[in-house]
């Protein structure tokens, strides 16, 4: 298991690698610094001079890849490439191009991220499977089929209806919570139970309509039918054989973006004010912070590589059959 | 000639997509066991009425998408000059809609401004709602107003309803002496809804959709139906236009990086190997990084290429459609991996079997076999990923184009829309026409695709056998 793990973590690497050079490609090949700094400093003030000075400032005056004037080893470390995707390996993330530092955000930001992201995968997950149990439990009925077309209603709309909408009757016409803002500790209680609402209502269609074909799938095999004969009620099926064994594909549809949470969501955080990493990351897209968008990919290439290594462990632990070697 | 052709880069591989289907259509009409699993999708009342709904808004797109530029009416006869704006055949049938601008917001159905302006009446001025330039100006009185409303409502839903019958009244002939049946026996089976196609569900549906059409052209030649926006364009004519963008998107996205994701999945699991290694290398590696924040990189970069070579994009419009479709390449280059893995299985599968070790033993170069053997086979996997994939990318759109790093600004789309109309609710009253209208069209289109692509895909998915 051990060795696995461990394997599992180097084969992680040439495609952090992969991921790396990647984003290098995209933001320092194909679009120069010369770019980057004409953007930031807008058409007025493009002068040879200003460019140079920006690039001065944020550290991109260094070639490339090979600084052929530098000497030994300060060839290969001297350059943007070392100094600006290499340093990502150790989390040095380095300052966003508005001057403060990456890594420091990040660490501020992940709390509130994962006040929202945390209770939405939870509920959200715990919405899904009693909703697609019940409509299992009530299969080949009239209610079955209305929960299916309810769920494709629901996955027909757009993300950004349910947020709109949210805010607009929960929180402006009948002022029940507000409409967006963030505060830590208990008092912070209210700013979360709108956006988690939100997301909730908003994963649910998908959610239950893919749990559902999987559950569905168990309930036609042989050990449900011998359930049955043994005499157990159908909630005792369900709960005991149908669920237990349909988990298997859930987690790993569950467990892969456990890890990303962290990063929060883009377009929740953004509509509900929470100073997270979801809305760093949009304000960094807007603002066209390159710097800040960088670490971001690198940082969720990250943790996707390790929800994926988690998949595997939780994999070996819900089905015995599954060993790792 | 009055007008220049304009051929925009999106034009042209919709169109292309459009001969690419209809010589797939052609071609499965004449194979029996290709044919064998759209028969049963034609069966589903649901799927079909998907279908129609789909084919309304593929017209609209398509006629959207014939381009050209007016010819100024001051320039000389040996060197003629075109207006700058890039037309389509849809804005000439609609020329109305998109001319008929107010001064700001209105309201649905409205023949009033939404805010109050000085205005002269007996000599003095006074503070009121003045009345709109264009909605509601045949009216004398604004009493008139309900009245008129559902006059032409009326109206117009009559003439669907007519124009429907007179279409039935076709269908029935036409069916009833294909199939050598009296009209009275056709009619009976056809209201049984015994007949071998959901013709009950298809006609009601026409009906419908030919009535509500009606109305609203009866509705949209006096008034603005949906309202107008903050610079007092036609919400409906806005919406309409979001129709051809979402299209695009929808299935260009899919279309330019098919090719990918079937060479390389189908040649991952064919060969395996240091092959597979590769490839499989390659797509993890591209599926690690979040896709919002690939998007938002790739779309950045294309920004600042198009600042930085105006001179190669002769019109506003050329340069929104080359963001268009780099952002349907960028979409397609996060999302062909899901196909790219699933095919790479499938093949892994179907190399080991008897027919395919068959024609190695035979000699038969790869290539045949992949083509003859491994590629048909695999193909409803394809055609599934298109259509379960649209649905999810209109929807993409709208986030993508909140975000900033959708469409081009000055593009219609219903991102933009919502995008633009982010602060409306909160004015005092809401403004919630231009977002109501947003998220009802891309309701429609979405719900649609889904029911559709639900029936391509219970046909088509072995594993399903047949069973929902």
Redesign the interface.
Known sequence: MFAYILRRLLYAIPILIGVNLLTFALFFVVNTPDDMARLQLGVKHVTPEAIERWKTEHGYDKPLLLNVEATGSAQFTDTIFFQHSAAMFVFEFGKSDDGRDIGNEIRTRMGPSLAIALPVFAIGLLANITFALLMVFFRATYLDLWGVVLCVVLMSISSLFYIIAGQYFIAKLWNLLPISGFAGGIDGLRFVLLPVLVSVMAGIGSGARWYRTIFLEEIGKDYVRTARAKGLSEIRVLFRHVLKNGMIPILTGAVVVLPLLFMGSLITESFFGIPGLGSYTIDAIQAQDFAVVRAMVFLGSFLYIVGLILTDISYSWADPRVRLQ | MSFMPVILWTDALIFALLAGVLALIWFIRRHDHLRAPWVVVAQRPMAMGAALVLGAFAVTGLLDSLHYRERLPDSQAGKPQYSVEVMSVFDALVSGLRTRQEKTYSGPLAIQLYAMEFVERNGVAVRDYPRLQYGGAHLQHAEERRADIARRTLAGAAQGALASLLLFAGLVAWQARRLKLPVGTWLARWRQGSLNWPARTLVGMMALMLMLGGAMAQLASGYHVLGTDKVGQDVLYISLKSIRTGLVIGTLTTLVTLPLAIGLGIVAGYFRGWVDDVIQ??Y???????G???I???V??VQ??I??NPERFDTAAARADIRLLALCLIMGMTSWTGLARLLRGESLKLRTLDYVEAARAFGVSNARIISRHIFPNVFHLVLIAVVMDF?GLV?AE??LS????GVDPSMYSWGNM?NGARLE??REP?VWWQ?GAA?AF??AL??AA??FA?GVRDAFDPRLGGRR
Do not use: C, K, Q, R
């Not at chain 2, 993890?284 to 979040?290: C, K, Y």
């Not at chain 2, 909140?402 to 790093?405: A, D, L, S």
């Open positions: 290398y390659i993890t590696v591209l599926n690690s990084i979040p919002v924040l690939l938002a990189a790739a950045l970069i600042v290429y600042e930085s649905s929807l709208a986030v909140y975000v900033g790093v919502i609710l909160a809401a977002l998220f891309m309701f979405v719900l889904n029911l639900d």
